[in-house]
């Protein structure tokens, strides 16, 4: 009786597709952008813990020229920089950038800011020269060094699910990057509230949810994440007392927009993203 062959042409067939599915995937992990990967984390352990890949570690205090090289754009939680005059220049500081109001014929600057799906288009009021401009617009006069992205309180907050608050940050991403390519954009964390604070959506779980969203959108674009949320709130995730401006329960004080500066002075871009 002849003897059966051990392997038939099943088997190497079966075997040439397997290795054609092996090298295919081997062509994918190394080949595709990173961020694409089916099961790529994000994530790198520091000590026990695993963080985010985005999130900016403590470095050195890098100081006031650190500070000086930002640009801030946000809502008004950003406006209270320059509300209490605590950048360079004071109330003649050109590094906050919000929301635009036109009064009797005349720009001003309306000292807020909404995530929208027409970000883009917004106007805001260009403090170098007291004019309307679309962030576009903004940009290109300035070319911003750093940008820090403070937004999500209004609107994304209060009802965005995550498809429509993803939707319009990466809208202002892709904007900036397009128009600046430069420009290295910080994502900012919402800020936490005060227990004071009247409107119910803004519960500290909601936050955390929000600011959970804007750390896998720096992660996507590989940008740097700021988690000044964990140096203003208290171990419920309220806004610290000592931080709140005593009126909405939503604004900081001079302190609290002070510790904002710290952290960001010694939580600094290097390049590691």
């Known amino acids: 009786m002849k ?17 054609l599915i092996l090298l295919l995937l081997f062509c994918m992990a190394r080949f595709l952008p990173k961020g694409m990967y089916p099961n790529h984390s994000g994530s790198r352990t520091v000590g026990s813990e ?17 500070i000086r090289k930002i640009t801030f754009l946000g809502e008004s939680t950003t406006y209270g920089l320059w509300h209490y005059g605590i950048l360079e220049g ?36 260009y403090p170098c020269t007291g004019e309307a401009l679309t962030l576009s617009e903004a940009l290109l006069r300035k070319k911003p ?10 609107n994304g907050a209060s009802y965005y699910t995550e498809d429509m608050f993803k939707q319009c940050y ?12 430069e420009t290295v954009i910080l994502v900012q964390s919402i800020f936490p509230v005060a227990k004071t604070c009247k409107i119910s959506a803004y519960t500290p779980e909601r936050i955390r949810l929000c600011n959970s969203w ?19 709130g208290d171990a419920e995730g309220y806004l610290r007392p000592e931080y709140d401006n005593g009126g909405d329960g939503i604004h900081l004080n001079r302190e609290g927009l002070l510790e904002v ?10 390049e590691e993203i």
Request: neutral net charge; charged residues 15%; aromatic residues 10%.
């Open 145 to 154: 060094e750093i940008l820090v992205i403070t937004l999500g309180l209004n």
């Open 90 to 125: 004071g109330k003649s500081s050109e590094q906050v950038w919000t929301g635009a109001t036109v009064q009797n014929g005349k720009v001003c600057c309306s000292g807020t800011l909404s995530l929208s799906p027409g970000i883009t288009s917004t106007r805001l009021f």
């Open 50 to 66: 695993s963080v985010p890949s985005a999130l900016l570690n403590p470095t050195e205090d890098l100081g006031d020229e650190y």
């Open 3 to 19: 003897p059966k062959p051990i392997f038939s042409v099943a088997h190497f067939v079966f075997g040439g597709i397997l290795f």
């Open 170 to 181: 990466r809208m202002l991403i892709n904007s900036v990057k397009s128009t600046s390519p």
């Open 214 to 232: 804007l750390c896998d959108l720096a992660r996507e674009y590989e940008l740097g994440y700021l988690d000044t949320a964990s140096a203003l």
């Open 261 to 270: 500066l710290r952290y960001i002075r010694t939580h600094g871009y290097l």
